[in-house]
Every structure is written in structure tokens, then in C-alpha cells.
């Protein structure tokens, strides 16, 4: 194929020549040098983050306490769902389904487990993921909100969790996102929406947490991420996209074990562990880097919130917001 005017040739690396004893990649060192650059880190106030693709790319820890905490969080959300991993209506036999955002991947190998016929590919800025995973399972390392260089038209299902306020060009992300869904295909939002709320007034009281929200949103507002991820601002932004049919489902997502429900309760239960480490992993590097507020305050800060949260006076719930939209045919 000639190349077009636009098109450089893209010159081979004369270092390649250099090391004839190994014609391969595998052999001659570069995937492991590529794997060992790929896990780069970063230790900011005891926690560990990724730096892979920058060093304020990820503003949350990527740590064992953290995985465990995106593991737990998993079923949080799984009770919350009735024990669904998604509310599209994808059918029996989905063949490509690409889970944006990761994590440890744990929705990725449950899905495909689900769909043993359907190829699972999950993404993250990093490589947390299990090694062994089942064989229609996949993960990269990539930045979602580069520009995507998947095939047009080839997913039957994109899944996107509990990303919202990692994201700073939503419009950009979910445009890419509609190119690459097949049409007839689906997208699932699945999204906390990060404000606190009480029906029974108790959270008037809770001026810790109130405190550490309004600085989260500050802080999220200051970057030109999405603050408290309102239903309404997911559904114009997939409609925007060209989506169609968006249903959203709202379910409350109670903070502690107070609810009398016991699903309820034990979803609460969940997240009182969860919130001991997630106040955390949510607040302390976008108070310190992006508010600038001093590490110890920022500590205190996340504490005070987590000790309130804890209180049995306190019964405070977020919205957890589940969208799903189809491509239309034509
Ligand atoms: C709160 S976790 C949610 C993980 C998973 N979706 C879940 O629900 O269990 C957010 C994840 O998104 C990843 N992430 C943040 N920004 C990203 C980006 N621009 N591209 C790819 N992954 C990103 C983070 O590394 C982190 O693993």
C-alpha cells in the first residue's frame, strides 16, 4: 500500500539490528522492560499510586488496600443490583465486551464467566488485574481518555463503573465509546453519585462528612471533573452521544448498617468497611495536590469524616446511578 502524502514512514529502530542473538520481542528483554515501565509508582501519603501515564493522572491509590476495597465495593454493588452484574438487556450471547476503568477487573472475569461465549476486555491506567483470569478474558493498560484505537462498531456491551470523577472530558469518552458499540449494542453507566443524604435529617448534624463532601466537590470542580454525578448530567451526556433509550435506575446506597432492611443493612454493613480505607482513596490526593491543603489537615480531614460516618446517629446514604442506553440500528 503506498503511503499518503500525510503519512510519514515510520523509521525502524536501528537498535533492533544490534542484538541478532534474539529475533523476537519476548526474548531480547522488551516486553519485560515495557511490563517493569508499566509499573511505576509513586508513594504519597502512605499510599501507592501509578504514574504510568503521569504523575497526577491518578488520583486514587492503586494499592492492596485499595483492591480490596474495589473487590468489597463489587458487592456492595452486586446487592444493590439484586446479585446482577448489569441491568442491559444484552441477551444470551454477547460477543465482545469491553469494561472501561477496570479495576481489579473483577466485574471483567465475572462477566465472563456469565458469558463464556463473549470475548471480556477490561482497561485501566493500571495493571492491577490477576494474571490468571479465564481464557475469554483480557486486560490492557490503557488511558481511556486518549483516543481509543479500538475497531469501530465492535462491542456489544460497554461497561463503565464507578469512573465519574476520573474522567475530565465525559463527552469525548462517551463519543468514543458510541463509535466503538456495535449498532444495537449497549453502554451501562454505573455511577455513586458522591454527595451525602439522610432522610431522616441526621445528616443536617454530620458536619465532618458535609465538610469532607464540600471539599471533594471543590476540589473535583477545580480540575473540571464531574462533582456529585447527577443521573440527569450522565443521561444528557450518553443522549449527547448519540445513545438512545436511556433507562436509568436509582438505587440508595446506605454508608453504614443502619437501614432495618437486611439486604440493606448488609450492603451498609459493607460500606462502613469500605469508607475506612475509600474516604481515603477519594479525598487525600485531590485535597493535598489539587486543594493544596497541608497532608496532616487533609488526614485529619478524611478521619473526621470516616469517625462520623461510623456513628450510629448518623444514617446517611448516595445515590448509585445505573444507566444503560442502546446505538441505535441505522
Ligand atoms: C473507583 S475504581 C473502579 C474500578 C471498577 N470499574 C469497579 O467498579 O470495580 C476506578 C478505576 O478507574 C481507573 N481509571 C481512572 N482513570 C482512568 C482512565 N483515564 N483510563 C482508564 N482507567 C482509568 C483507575 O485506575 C481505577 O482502577
Known sequence: MSNSPTMHVVEVDPA????????????????NSLSSSIEQYAYENGRRYHTYFG?????????????????????????????RLHLAPIGKTPQRILDVG???????????????????????????QPKWVPPNCRFEVDDAERDWTHELDYFDFIHIRNLAQAISDWPKLLSQ????????????????????????????????????????????????????????TLKSNLE??????????????????WPKDPKMKHAGALALLSC???????????FTRVLGIDPVEADRICRAAIAQNGSRSHHIYTYYHVLHARKPLA
Open 16 to 31: 533492533l539490528q544490534e542484538d541478532l542473538n534474539s529475533d523476537d520481542y519476548a526474548s531480547s528483554g522488551y516486553e
Open 55 to 83: 504523575d497526577d493522572k491518578n488520583l486514587q491509590p492503586t494499592d492492596e488496600t485499595e483492591q480490596d476495597r474495589l473487590d468489597l465495593h463489587h458487592e456492595i454493588f452486586l446487592i444493590l443490583l439484586g446479585g
Open 102 to 128: 477496570t479495576g481489579t477487573g473483577i466485574w471483567a472475569i465475572e462477566m465472563a464467566d456469565k458469558y463464556p461465549n463473549a470475548m471480556v476486555f477490561g482497561l485501566d491506567l493500571s495493571p492491577i
Open 177 to 232: 465509546a458510541y463509535e466503538c458499540t456495535a449498532p444495537g449494542g449497549y453502554i451501562e453507566l454505573a455511577e455513586l453519585e458522591t454527595a451525602p443524604h439522610s432522610d431522616d435529617g441526621t445528616l443536617d448534624s454530620a458536619t465532618d462528612l458535609l465538610r469532607y463532601f464540600s471539599l471533594l466537590h471543590e476540589g473535583l470542580a477545580r480540575m473540571g471533573n464531574l462533582t456529585a454525578v447527577a443521573a440527569e
Open 240 to 257: 449527547n452521544a448519540g445513545f438512545v433509550d436511556v433507562t436509568v435506575t436509582t438505587r440508595k446506597h446506605p454508608l453504614a448498617p
Open 276 to 286: 475506612q480505607t475509600g474516604f481515603h482513596a477519594y479525598g487525600i490526593a485531590i
